[in-house]
């Protein structure tokens, strides 16, 4: 049984900085795209950032050069690290795997997911 546990999330003000973390149960980030995604209250789940298993990331638009995604496979870890926070970036954050390698911010391209953690800015 997979699992994937998130941790770091919490509440902070604008302007402040938060890191999110994300283990495996399992060997699964392997060779498959891994992620962040996340949903706030009345909408849809949308990805963050996306890293493939060379390290190469991608970012949502507004994300980019506020939030850094990285990657420990040796420790089957995910990392996002997310700087000038803004309130918009309030939701559930989830990391997840995909079913393949290449970098996709389309929910439905993921695997396995998380519990989500709570990020909260205000």
């Known amino acids: 049984h997979v699992q994937l546990v998130e941790s770091g999330g919490g509440s902070v003000q604008a302007g402040g900085s938060l890191r999110l973390s994300c283990g495996a149960s399992?060997?699964?980030?392997?060779?498959?795209?891994v992620g962040w995604l996340r949903q706030a209250p009345g909408k849809e789940r949308e990805g963050v950032a996306a890293?493939?298993?060379?390290?190469?990331?991608s970012y949502a638009d507004s994300e980019k050069g506020r939030f850094t995604v990285s990657r420990d496979n040796a420790n089957n870890t995910l990392y996002l690290e997310m700087n000038s926070l803004k309130p918009e970036d309030t939701a559930v954050y989830y990391c997840?795997?995909?079913?393949?390698?290449?970098?996709?911010?389309?929910?439905?391209?993921?695997?396995?997911w998380g519990q989500g953690t709570q990020v909260t800015v205000s």
């Open positions: 399992g060997s699964i980030y392997g060779d498959a795209c």
């Open positions: 997840a795997a995909g079913f393949s390698g290449y970098r996709t911010f389309t929910p439905s391209n993921y695997k396995y």
């Open positions: 890293i493939d298993s060379d390290g190469i990331a």
